[in-house]
């Protein structure tokens, strides 16, 4: 079955940098979308950025743009969220998930079936 592995999460002080991993297992990956979601707490959960396997395609919410980019190793079938100049409404847990979705949907949460336990994200200012 689909497994999710994050990694990467820790407590940095606003304006640092910090850089999640998701190692996905399971399946061919090459339809689908790596995204990564993020939780605060009282908050629902909202998409952070995403990224397609089959080609070079990302996707962020304005919120992150210009400072976090999502990247990915096809061989490691591994996503990267690299998070710079943090600031404290960043904290958060994050979330990577990875689903056949289209590109109207893929910062709607529901659509992804497969979540990984989630890694936790702490900003100190």
Same mark, same amino acid.
């Given at each position: 079955q689909v497994q999710l592995v994050e990694s990467g999460g820790g407590l940095v002080q =606003?304006?640092? %940098?910090?850089?999640?991993?998701?190692a996905a297992s399971g399946r061919t990956f090459t339809s689908y979308t790596m995204a990564w979601? /993020?939780? =605060?707490?009282?908050?629902? /959960?909202?998409?952070?950025?995403? $990224?397609?396997? %089959?080609?070079? %395609? $990302?996707?962020?919410a304005? %919120?992150?743009k210009g400072r976090f980019t999502i990247s /990915?190793?096809?061989?490691?079938?591994t996503v990267y969220l690299?998070?710079?100049s943090?600031?404290?409404?960043?904290? =958060? !847990?994050?979330?990577?998930? !990875?689903?056949? !979705?289209?590109?109207?949907t893929l910062q709607r949460a529901d659509k992804y079936n497969y979540w990984g336990q989630g890694t936790q994200v702490t900003v100190s200012s």
């Open positions: =606003a304006g640092g %940098s910090l850089r999640l991993s998701c979601f /993020r939780q =605060a707490p009282g908050k629902e /959960r909202e998409f952070v950025a995403a $990224t397609k396997w %089959s080609d070079d %395609s $990302t996707y962020y304005d %919120s992150v /990915r190793d096809n061989a490691k079938n690299q998070m710079n943090l600031n404290p409404e960043d904290a =958060a !847990v994050y979330y990577c998930a !990875v689903e056949v !979705v289209i590109m109207l």
